[in-house]
T-cell receptor
Framework: AQSVTQLGSHVSVSEGALVLLRCNYS??????LFWYVQYPNQGLQLLLK??????LVKGINGFEAEFKKSETSFHLTKPSAHMSDAAEYFC????????????FGKGTKLSVKP | KAGVTQTPRYLIKTRGQQVTLSCSPI?????VSWYQQTPGQGLQFLFE???????NKGNFPGRFSGRQFSNSRSEMNVSTLELGDSALYLC????????????FGEGSRLTVL
């Protein structure tokens, strides 16, 4: 069975600082992994995905994530935070065999201080 | 290209009533999934439809149902509403061969009084 754990429900960084949002997964099959972002009163938007191949994945808005099988992790990073990055971020794993069935973590709310 | 459209955006119902939510996917997307989002439980998968057929269903009671039409538009229905059904209901569409790459609507926020 698949599951996702996001460490830290709230993360606060200063503008210009490194953003690191942690995600660990559990999967009995090779996972497809995703990061989504949700801005207030909006739906979710795909930031990046890992399926196969290169373990360092680059996404939109300067975010990237690295798939580490040995650590069962898929942490999201951005070198320099912008005020516009303030949002809630969700890590997700695809439930095998389903196109639209994702198992989401509980989310991490990112605050960016000026 | 128009995004995923959900209607209504906000609605208030009382316990025992039923509600129908609508979702129009991105043109060309034949897969539609529904999720319930609450502060306590987070995002939970309700069901997935593809070409008018339910392909997957989450762990929700039978009061939650859905369907998909030939134009890929989808509806979900919740009967005999309970207070705990208050949530943001999100619809997402995707195209074939793009597992997990979901395009979400802005959601329908349901409040049950």
């Amino acid at each position: 069975a698949q599951s996702v754990t996001q460490l830290g429900s709230h993360v606060s960084v200063s503008e210009g600082a490194l953003v690191l949002l942690r995600c660990n997964y559990s999967s009995s099959v090779p996972p497809y992994l995703f990061w989504y972002v949700q801005y207030p009163n909006q739906g979710l938007q795909l930031l990046l995905k890992y399926t196969t191949g290169a373990t360092l994945v680059k996404g939109i808005n300067g975010f990237e994530a690295e798939f580490k099988k040995s650590e069962t992790s898929f942490h999201l990073t951005k070198p320099s935070a912008h005020m516009s990055d303030a949002a809630e971020y969700f890590c997700a794993v695809s439930k095998g065999g389903s196109q639209g069935n994702l198992i989401f973590g509980k989310g991490t709310k990112l605050s960016v201080k000026p | 290209k128009a995004g995923v459209t959900q209607t209504p955006r906000y609605l208030i119902k009382t316990r025992g009533q039923q509600v129908t939510l609508s979702c129009s996917p991105i043109s060309g997307h034949r897969s539609v999934s529904w999720y319930q989002q609450t502060p306590g439980q987070g995002l939970q998968f309700l069901f997935e439809y593809f070409s008018e057929t339910q392909r997957n269903k989450g762990n929700f009671p039978g009061r939650f149902s859905g369907r998909q039409f030939s134009n890929s538009r989808s509806e979900m229905n919740v009967s005999t509403l309970e207070l705990g059904d208050s949530a943001l209901y999100l619809c997402a569409s995707s195209s074939a061969g793009h597992t997990g790459e979901l395009f979400f609507g802005e959601g329908s926020r349901l409040t049950v009084l």
